[in-house]
């Protein structure tokens, strides 16, 4: 990811970061911060292409995802990974195909598994994609998140297997 791509994924992240529903930081990312919680791993972008020439428009960054081990050594067979999509495409299949696109690509990279930490219980979008996609509830984290209207509320935690997985 070039720096002037890694720093429209940080301002879109920013975004989620300061509504406050579905990512744990409660502060902006710095560009350091930035870097070693998104760019650690492996980070994919998403842009609009123009359809008629099947070419990027502009730099119309519309979604990314990111992918990386959750745990060190011996436990780093089992992936991790967060997901953005803009407000603007939400609800329209993207996050479904970023979602279905890094199975894929976490399979290919010898991951034999897939695991969320903390997906805010108020997230149902989210969770409702997330078990589409074959993830099932490990655990709850009772009073995980303070949202920002300070309720407190669950973090739920989803595994996928990918070995002998479709």
């Known amino acids: 990811?070039?720096?002037?791509?890694?720093?429209?994924?940080?301002?879109?992240?920013?975004?989620?970061?300061?509504?406050?529903?579905?990512?744990?930081?409660?502060?902006?990312?710095?560009?350091?911060?930035?870097?070693a919680y998104w760019l650690k791993g492996e980070a994919f972008i998403v842009r609009r292409l123009d359809a008629a020439s099947a070419l990027p428009s502009g730099d119309d960054i519309v979604?990314?995802?990111?992918?990386k081990p959750n745990f060190p050594g011996r436990c780093c067979h089992i992936a991790n990974a967060g997901f953005i999509v803009t407000p603007k495409l939400q609800g329209q299949g993207?996050?479904?195909?970023?979602?279905?696109?890094?199975?894929q690509l976490a399979r290919d990279r010898g991951y034999r598994a897939v695991m969320y930490n903390l997906v805010f219980a108020t997230n149902v979008a989210s969770l409702r994609l997330w078990e589409s996609l074959g993830f099932r509830e490990i655990g709850r984290i009772p009073d995980g998140v303070c949202l920002p209207d300070g309720r407190y509320v669950e973090a739920v935690m989803l595994h996928r297997s990918l070995v002998n997985a479709p």
């Open 1 to 35: 990811m070039q720096a002037h791509e890694a720093e429209t994924v940080r301002a879109m992240l920013n975004q989620f970061v300061a509504e406050g529903l579905s990512y744990p930081q409660s502060e902006p990312l710095t560009v350091d911060a930035f870097a």
């Open 63 to 67: 979604g990314a995802f990111y992918l």
């Open 94 to 103: 993207l996050g479904r195909w970023m979602g279905e696109t890094m199975l």
